[in-house]
């Protein structure tokens, strides 16, 4: 829906309380006549075209010509000049208001002759007042460690005059980014230099005292330990409903999706200490350049969020706007899954100078939270009643009467049950308990196909998803976790491999038949930095080798194996200041006797671990030069052949070859005949379904509502499972569920 | 009913519990692991004669359907392309019968040496307690829950996926 009404240009679009805040672009060629360009979209995982119910609104607002918006706080923007970068006003949106700063003293420089610093945070700690008398209000400027404050005044010929102070706290000196306010106290995220050491990321409190700005404290920032290494990490605070809160984000690919981890904590006010949180209690954050905000979020059921009064922003989510971006990323805190969306497709230009999120009217939450519980308890009370009738209706349905069936029928019947049946059909009596093996016969058919297992926490339940089971039902299964959270590497015939985030333990374990062991750790082996894992066979095999990917040194390929029973780690390191090979991150595959492996330009590399100690290595070229700006990469093997899935950046395009062993040469294949291929960065498996319309098909690990995504080799478009029909132009709008793996004990 | 279309080949009788005669031709017949038994035997000691086998244990209603099953399959034999519409017609032919039916069947199938129905079978109930709780489970078989909460307590601890 556009509006391009000219009288109407020139006025903000309305918003009324409890609305969620626009996401506003700023682009055009003009350097002084913006166009603003105002959004909001609805994350619903019902409508297919993410496009079709966003509102958007054009707009050339006459009082942000030649500005920049550089905050909003309690209704007031904060606009600094394009061309003069020493001015700075304020615009009351809902007043039409406006008040011209006299300039800056100075811009700061990082030393004579050298660059400007760039405004790296604002704060207006209260409205703005008429008088003098109350002395609340200061907006304060942060370019890194030198601050500019001053009191603003409406009053007319009201003297407003520029501090400028250096934020130094104990011989540190602290350079401050976004900043959030609360009770007069500003909080913000800042890297501490200190004189003589490193420099550490810190959060740091402030407060104006007898006219000075004084740094209250200063604590260690709950951060996130992260494994990769070349990533981008992104630092928020914000504060909602009375509390204030922190937000790391880590995005491991400059345009990639995956962001490996994200996390929020709560200031717990009586302590001062950050407690972590892992549900925003129905509200939805909003994170981006020029600063962050929130709204109540609408319920994840989609037929909720469809309606006219919904937000169309979900509940418990963080909202990523990245600067100068036009993809906008959904954290679920609640799911623990990432999907990225297109806000707006249509920008009449591709550049956007800038972007943020701007709450014209406050967020009522005290109103709001009643409602809210209110909103909740009506829920439950349905939920109940829905319950009971359920119930009756169980009671009415005929039985089977399975009882009166010979004994070795029970056992027969259950050969046919899949896993997700197979333990509650044995939980069921005590007959069925003693007919029926505790562990699965391997001629059982419980897996057809490989299933999606997805941990929505870190207390042990997690989301089962079979692709051939084609409608939107899941299992739920309440898994024995270790103490402490971890993450699966690696996943191949019912074998996984986890790695315990605080013990640091690596270990193989299968979970049905619960047989594990730990490999041997030694100093070589830094566990948070690996990137990729592989069995060549079964890992209690005394054949076994398991060999493990490090993260390249630059110009270093490092690999560690080891050979089954053997207590230490063997290492390869391989010259590559020629090649500059970078292994990817998805799970190398054993094949003919050699692991092979994808680097992140698609390149093929081939390790042999040969008798007496000796390795060889090799890299083969990639199939074509049009293959980059890879989304995802993916080595499995199907019907005896070494295969390579490369999916474009957002899955654009999807292509599949065929490594030719003994020509050393790439095949392009269009059709996996009866096969199809289910591909994630841990586990890859193919597999010739019984269901004939599974094949020819490539199951990413990606879904949307709770149905998984695929890609057609024959329509050569994605779908979703049991929707085939539609089709997605690309990726965005899928969600990534982001501690998931594949999961299959192959009978064959 | 089984019917006596193609005369060339040789037929035996079957009878069911209930007395009632079928006439089988013996490329349906052999479907039936049991029924395939008795005419080999028959054919070893030189028999010309209209074999008679009785079905101690199916009635004709069953024995009807089951007869009906061979004769399809029997049809789809020697026939490899059509199997995806084969199983279409077996989906097809277990949906129309009430759980007792299929219980019934499924009983037939074991006692005749059917293996193909037999599996389907098996196949159709597991399929039926899809998605299903294992309160809806005792439900759907008639069961009563003989646990005590303790044991139950470890089945379920059991029955848990074990990541450490």
């Not at chain 1, 920032?221 to 494994?227: D, H, L, Q």
């Not at chain 1, 971006?325 to 899954?337: P, V």
């Not at chain 1, 009738?389 to 049950?417: F, K, N, Q, R, Y």
């Not at chain 1, 047989?515 to 041997?520: G, S």
């Amino acid at each position: 829906m556009e509006n391009n009404d000219d009288s109407d240009r020139c006025r903000l679009p309305s918003q009324s309380i409890g609305d969620p805040p626009w996401l506003v672009y700023t682009h055009g060629k003009s350097k002084k006549k913006k166009i603003q360009t105002f959004c909001k979209f609805t994350d619903s995982n019902n409508n297919n075209n993410n496009n079709n119910n966003n509102i958007v609104y054009i707009k050339s607002i006459p009082e942000l010509r030649g500005k920049k918006i550089r905050g909003t706080f309690h209704g007031w923007l904060v606009l600094r000049d394009v061309n003069n970068r020493k001015m700075f006003s304020l615009w009351n949106i809902a007043r039409s208001q406006s008040l011209d700063l006299p300039p800056l003293p100075y811009l700061p420089t990082f030393g004579i002759n050298e660059g400007e610093i760039p405004l790296s945070g604002v704060v207006l700690t209260a409205p703005i007042p008429n008088t003098s008398t109350t002395a609340d209000c200061v907006l304060l400027l942060f370019f890194n460690f030198q601050v500019f404050w001053c009191r603003p005044r409406l009053r007319r010929n009201a003297r407003i005059n520029w501090v400028a102070q250096k934020l130094v706290f104990d011989g540190k000196i602290l350079c401050v980014a976004q900043a959030a306010i609360l009770k007069g106290v500003i909080y913000s995220w800042a890297k501490v230099v200190a004189t003589d050491g490193p420099i550490r990321l810190q959060v740091v409190s402030m407060r104006m005292v007898d006219g000075e700005l004084k740094v209250l404290s200063l604590q260690h920032a709950p951060i996130i330990s992260c494994k990769h290494t070349c990533i981008r990490t992104y630092f928020y605070v914000l504060e909602s409903c009375g509390l204030l809160y922190l937000v790391n984000l880590y995005l491991p690919h400059e345009d990639g999706n995956i962001i490996s981890v994200s996390k929020v904590w709560e200031l717990d006010p009586p302590t001062e200490n950050w407690v972590e949180v892992k549900c925003l209690n129905g509200r939805a954050f909003f994170l981006g350049p020029c600063g962050s905000t929130w709204c109540w979020g609408s319920d994840n059921d989609s037929t909720v969020s469809s309606s006219s009064s919904s937000v169309g922003y979900r509940k418990d989510c963080l909202y990523l706007a990245l600067d100068k971006k036009r993809i906008l990323y959904s954290y679920s805190l609640a799911e623990r899954s990432m999907t990225p969306f297109q806000t707006y497709q249509n920008l009449q230009t591709s550049v956007v100078s800038e972007n943020y999120w701007l709450n014209v009217k406050p967020q009522h939450y005290r109103l709001a939270a009643i409602q809210d519980r209110k909103e909740h308890n009506r829920k439950t009370q349905i939920h109940i009643i829905e319950e009971k009738v359920a119930d009756e209706g169980t009671e009415a349905t005929e039985s089977l009467l399975i009882s009166i069936l010979p004994t070795d029928m029970i056992s027969l019947i259950s050969e046919h049950l899949h896993l997700f049946e197979y333990r509650n059909f044995r939980a069921s009596c005590k007959m069925f308990r003693s007919l029926v093996s505790p562990l699965p016969k391997r001629t059982n058919k419980l897996l057809p196909v490989p299933i999606l297992i997805f941990f929505t926490t870190d207390d042990g339940q997690c989301r089962m998803i079979d692709p051939s089971r084609d409608d939107d039902s899941y299992y739920c299964n309440h898994l024995q976790l270790p103490e402490y959270p971890f993450t699966v590497h690696f996943c191949k015939d019912g074998w996984i491999v986890i790695h315990d985030r605080q013990l640091v333990s690596l270990k193989y374990l299968n979970p049905l038949t619960r047989v594990k062991q730990d490999f041997p750790l030694d100093e070589d082996l830094k566990i948070s930095d690996l990137k990729s894992f592989g069995f060549s066979t079964n890992p209690t095999s005394p054949d076994c080798v398991t060999v493990v990917f490090d993260h390249d040194d630059f110009g270093l390929v490092l690999i560690h194996y080891i050979q089954y029973g053997d207590q230490k780690w063997k290492d390869c390191r391989l010259e590559n200041q020629v090649d500059f090979f970078f292994a990817g991150y998805s799970c190398p595959l054993y094949f003919a006797g050699a692991f092979y492996v994808l680097g992140v330009d698609g390149r093929l590399g081939e390790f042999k671990v040969l008798g007496d100690g000796q390795q060889s290595w090799r890299i083969y070229k990639k199939p074509t030069t049009r293959i980059k700006y890879l989304h995802s990469y993916h080595l499995v093997e199907c019907h005896g052949d070494l295969l390579a899935v490369f999916i474009g950046h957002m899955g654009t395009w999807v292509e599949v070859y065929k490594f030719n062993l003994s020509k050393r040469k790439w095949i392009q294949v269009k059709s996996l005949g009866n096969y199809c291929l289910f591909v994630s960065n841990s586990s890859s498996f193919s597999a010739e379904p019984t269901e004939a319309w599974m094949r020819n098909r490539i199951y990413v690990p990606r879904i949307k509502g709770n149905r998984i995504v695929f890609y057609s080799l024959d329509t050569c478009k994605f779908h979703v499972s049991g929707i085939e029909d539609d089709s997605l132009v690309n990726l965005f709008g899928t969600t990534e569920p982001l501690h998931c793996f594949w999961f299959w004990e192959n009978c064959a | 009913m089984a019917s006596s279309s193609s005369s060339s080949l040789s037929r035996v009788v079957v009878k069911s519990s209930d007395n009632n005669l079928f006439v089988v031709n013996k490329k349906v017949a052999s479907q039936s692991q049991l029924l395939k038994q008795c005419i080999d035997n028959m054919e070893e000691k030189g028999t010309n004669d209209v074999i008679l086998i009785p079905l101690s244990n199916v009635t004709s209603n069953i024995l009807t359907l089951v007869l009906e099953y061979c004769e399809k399959h029997a049809d789809f034999a020697d026939d490899d392309n059509n199997n995806q519409e084969l199983k279409q017609w077996d989906h097809e032919f277990l949906k129309k019968f009430d759980y007792a039916t299929l219980n019934s069947l499924t009983m037939a199938a074991d006692y005749m040496v059917t293996k193909s129905l037999l599996n389907l079978c098996c196949q159709f109930i597991a399929d039926s307690i899809k998605d299903l709780t294992v309160q809806q489970i005792r439900q759907i078989f008639d069961i009563k829950n003989d646990f005590t909460p303790q044991e139950e307590a470890d089945i379920k601890n059991e029955n848990a996926w074990a990541f450490r």
